[in-house]
């Protein structure tokens, strides 16, 4: 049988030129839509953020309005909980320095979940948080990497961490991609507040006391473009505050 010059062409396969040509413009196809499938995946990181924010808001609005706990969550509603809710001591701390120590103080609330308090950011090791299990008994209650939101407090007398429900006008409330101390401390205050540039792209979350939701941009040196903290009558209060990171210990 005799196999024309024509059929023996198409059978030859490509060439090595052909091969690189065809990569180099599936390459340069990828790095067009890399940009534009990042920044929906980051939108879709964003609104999952906000909304947690926003469910924890009301959580928080509700845990301030019960008559026997009077505050948002703080050291002094810790043991108010504990009365109210016997099972609560068995979650996990309720208090100390990082927001799921007093996030926890929320899961009294029925309504309210461990999924609540994710969100998507980067750990300072440079990996992410982790999705939570749903495992609240014995301990297991919003365990390091589960979440990604910071909680703002203010310093109260004798070293105690006050809920911010008492102090006239808008705050923040909750924060995201904030990052812990240079000293590894995770509450910080005034300029020692450092902000993660890669989570959401160079924006960070912010949830207010008047349940309001602001989106607000980093510069080129990691800072708020806008004041973080509101000044009172012109000075800056922000030493005032405290921002508990989330707790990323043991994670990668």
């Known amino acids: 049988m005799k196999v024309s010059f024509a059929t023996h062409q198409l059978r030859r396969g490509f060439t090595l030129i052909e091969l690189l040509v065809v990569i180099a413009i599936i390459a340069l196809l990828a790095s067009v839509a890399y940009g534009p499938i990042l920044n929906q995946i980051n939108k879709g990181d964003q609104m999952q953020a906000l909304t947690n924010m926003k469910n924890v808001g009301v959580a928080m609005n509700e845990f301030k309005s019960n008559s026997k706990l009077g505050n948002f969550p703080d050291d002094i509603t810790a043991d108010r909980v504990v ?4 099972y609560m001591s068995g979650l996990g701390a309720l208090q100390g320095d990082t927001s799921n120590d007093y996030f926890r103080q929320l899961l009294g609330n029925e309504s309210v979940s461990e999924s609540n308090f994710y969100a998507k950011v980067q750990t300072p090791s440079g990996g992410s948080t982790v999705t939570p299990n749903g495992e609240i008994y014995d301990g297991q209650a919003l365990t390091p990497g589960e979440v990604g939101i910071s909680y703002v407090m203010r310093k109260g007398d004798n070293n105690k961490k006050v809920g911010i429900g008492s102090s006239v006008g808008e705050y923040p409330l909750m924060v995201t991609s904030v990052l ?33 939701a602001k989106t607000l941009e980093l510069d080129d040196n990691d800072n708020l473009q806008d004041t973080f903290i509101p000044k009172r009558r012109g000075k800056d209060i922000s030493d005032q505050f405290l921002i508990l990171t989330p707790d990323f210990s043991g994670q990668e």
């Open 83 to 86: 009365a109210q809710h016997n």
């Open 180 to 212: 812990p101390g240079e000293d590894g401390s995770t509450v910080v205050a005034g300029n020692a507040v450092r902000f993660d540039p890669e989570s959401f792209r160079g924006k960070v979350l912010i949830f207010t006391t008047a349940q309001s």
